[in-house]
């Protein structure tokens, strides 16, 4: 709808050096990896678990269900922040997505 990128086209010339391209969370062993992506970015959901795991988020800002050896994706909030999330299945796991 909006036309509201004001943005500069081209790299972000943030200080940040080593820009990652791999926006994966990775669930192995009821836990999950750390991220940290670009507002609005597709994130990858790697499940390497035989158990099927949600990553949801506390605010339900996003909410995905991976089921076992098994890779989905959601769109990360246009929203930065820090956004943590939790297992729908297994109470004891939690995580967090970091969007800047
Ligand atoms: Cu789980």
Partial sequence: ???????TSGA??????????DLTIHIKNYGYSKLEVPAGATVTVM?????THT???????FDVTAPGDQSV???APSKPG???FFCK??????????VK
Avoid: R
């Avoid at 499940?47 to 158990?51: H, Y």
């Fill in 89 to 98: 299945y297994h109470s004891n796991m939690h995580g967090t997505l970091t």
């Fill in 1 to 7: 709808m909006g036309s509201m990128s004001m943005s």
């Fill in 47 to 51: 499940n390497m678990d035989p158990e």
């Fill in 82 to 84: 820090t956004y943590t």
């Fill in 12 to 21: 972000p010339s943030s200080s940040s050096s080593s820009a990652t391209t």
């Fill in 55 to 61: 990553v949801t988020a506390d605010d339900k800002s």
């Fill in 73 to 75: 994706t959601f769109t």
